[in-house]
C-alpha cells in the first residue's frame, strides 16, 4: 500500500473549499476514489463539485497522518 496526498478544493454552499487530505490506497486512481468517497460521505458533497488539483506519492517519513502511516506501515 502507498501514501497519496490529495489536494484541491470542493464546494461549500456558494463559496469554494480547499482541501489537502492524506490517502493509503494501493494506487493513485484508487486513492483519487476513495477521495471522492470520504468527501461525499463525510461533508455530502456531490462528485462534480469536488476538484482534485494535485495528486502527489508520500513517503512514510512525510505522512502527518498517524492513521495513514498505519495502513503503509502494516505487513500483510
Known amino acids: 500500500m502507498k501514501a497519496f496526498r ?3 478544493r470542493f464546494r461549500m454552499g456558494r ?3 480547499p482541501f489537502a487530505k492524506e490517502i493509503a490506497a494501493a494506487d493513485e ?3 483519487r476514489e476513495k477521495l471522492l468517497s470520504v ?3 463525510q461533508h455530502g458533497v ?3 463539485y469536488i476538484e482534485i488539483r494535485t495528486v502527489d506519492a508520500v513517503p512514510v517519513e512525510g505522512l502527518t ?3 495513514v502511516r498505519y495502513a503503509v ?3 500483510p
Open 46 to 48: 456531490p462528485r462534480k
Open 65 to 67: 497522518d498517524h492513521a
Open 39 to 41: 468527501l461525499g460521505s
Open 6 to 8: 490529495i489536494s484541491g
Open 15 to 17: 463559496g469554494w473549499q
Open 73 to 75: 506501515e502494516a505487513k
Open 29 to 31: 486512481a484508487a486513492a
